[in-house]
């Protein structure tokens, strides 16, 4: 079944939860990439990690473990799902690039435009609001959906239990839906609608914040949202 994008007339799948879902990584030979690469793998998805070297993912993957294959990032864009995890100075370019393969797919943007320097992280400006905003505007036929940016890729890597929210952000609720199930399939995760694309800078940017409470306390901090209900799976 599909449901019709509201916004822009964009048709998505309706969300199936549990089922496992193809997901492609852009840029998934980074550290974010690999650890949710590795995450979802473990939560019974397949999992494609991309580079601009074919050679270098098909490297990672071997590394990764079962469900893992490497490609070139043209080649994840074909999957149920995409993930674009690139540094924040490579994401207009790699997406730019992508654009025909990316056409008609749900994008999936963790990338948090941030800049460093004496004083610590600090949010950049970005003239489309936020990465995700820029994503949909050079992508008008595709669904960009903003997730995971708060996951920490330390955690994500080392295996030890997680216990985060996922802050998902989108305009298309079929998309949305997606997004959340995913999330909820890896332990120690959910998945929380928090608002429509337009709101998702403020989300990025917090990301800062979260670096600096890791720096001062020695920690990888994530979001807790506090007054859900209890998720019914407690493994989760």
């Not at 590394?63 to 993930?83: F, K, P, Q, Y």
């Not at 690039?97 to 970005?126: H, K, T, Y």
Request: charged share 20%; with cysteine.
């Amino acid at each position: 079944m599909q449901v019709m994008d509201e916004r822009v007339g964009i048709k998505s799948q309706s969300p199936v939860s549990g089922r496992p879902s193809m997901v492609g990584v852009i840029g998934g030979t980074g550290p974010l990439g690999r650890g949710l690469a590795s995450r979802l793998a473990a939560a019974g998805h397949q999992v494609r990690i991309g580079s601009r070297d074919p050679n270098r993912a098909e490297e990672a993957a071997a590394l990764l473990g079962e469900r893992i294959t490497g490609a070139s990032n043209a080649e994840v864009c074909a999957s149920d799902l995409v993930v674009i995890a690139v540094p924040w100075p490579a994401h207009e370019q790699t997406i730019m690039q992508l654009r025909d393969e990316l056409d008609g797919r749900i994008m999936i943007d963790c990338v948090n435009p941030l800049g460093f320097d004496e004083r610590g992280p600090f949010a950049l400006s970005v003239d489309a609001g936020s990465a995700a905003q820029q994503a949909q505007q050079l992508l008008p036929n595709s669904t960009v959906v903003g997730a995971f940016h708060h996951v920490s890729a330390e955690l994500l890597l080392d295996g030890g239990d997680l216990d985060t929210d996922v802050l998902v952000l989108g305009d298309d609720r079929g998309a949305v839906d997606q997004v959340i199930a995913l999330a909820d399939s890896i332990t120690g995760l959910r998945g929380v609608f928090a608002g429509r694309l337009r709101n998702v800078g403020q989300v990025e940017a917090l990301t800062a914040n979260l670096i600096a409470v890791n720096r001062r306390y020695r920690v990888q901090s994530g979001i807790r949202v506090a007054g859900l209900p209890p998720l019914s799976d407690p493994g989760h």
